[in-house]
């Protein structure tokens, strides 16, 4: 028989950070990973595009895009598990909903990327079906705006739940000495 026991019972059953020194920790290795995969994504498609497009010319530049990206998936896989961690532990919504967001972007530019792979000579440097693969290529800069756009506002939520701990009160009803320590 199946349990009609809501999900929010079960929660109490994640494991809790025992010391001040481990949720320093994982505050910190959180944010570690968010400024490699976000900072460096937006180094890179910011500035680094920009310069390879005008020394390389524009295709050759996207050689190495194929490349980076692969990797910047790679990234993003591993900082999205390790921001599980911190949901799973602070069990904020907003920062679950920004993290579903990210994860649901990154499954779809991971689909993207393998079909804009598909089109790709590297021998040759050529694109086959020049027409389809810019419109995935929109799709893909599409899709990682907004995954991008997602990171931000996780960046914020993490922030000020790290210092606060909610949304909902974090300055009302609470003693200054308690928002001070």
């Known amino acids: 028989m199946r349990s009609v026991a809501p999900c ?6 994640l494991p809790s950070l025992p010391t001040r020194l481990a949720q ?16 460096g994504f937006s180094f890179y498609f910011g500035v680094v595009i920009r310069v390879g497009g005008r020394v390389f010319g524009d295709s050759s530049q996207g050689f190495v895009t194929q490349g980076v990206t692969w990797w910047l998936n790679i990234i993003a896989v591993i900082a999205l598990s390790l921001f ?33 792979d ?9 694109i ?6 810019a419109t995935l290529h929109e799709w893909y800069e599409f899709t990682s705006a907004i995954q991008w756009l997602a990171a931000m ?11 606060y701990g909610s949304f909902v009160r974090p300055l009302i009803g609470r003693p200054q000495a308690a928002i001070d320590e």
């Open 128 to 133: 086959r079906d020049p027409e389809r693969f």
């Open 24 to 39: 320093a920790a994982l505050h910190y290795t959180t944010l570690i990973a968010w400024s490699f995969w976000i900072g």
């Open 118 to 126: 598909h089109r790709i000579d590297a021998a040759t440097q050529s």
């Open 8 to 13: 929010h019972l079960y929660w109490p059953m």
């Open 84 to 116: 599980s961690i911190h949901i799973a532990i602070h069990r904020r919504i907003f920062l679950g909903l920004t993290w579903i967001i990210m994860v649901i972007a990154q499954g779809v530019l991971f689909v993207l990327h393998a079909q804009l």
């Open 153 to 163: 506002f996780f960046l914020a939520a993490f922030m000020w739940v790290s210092r």
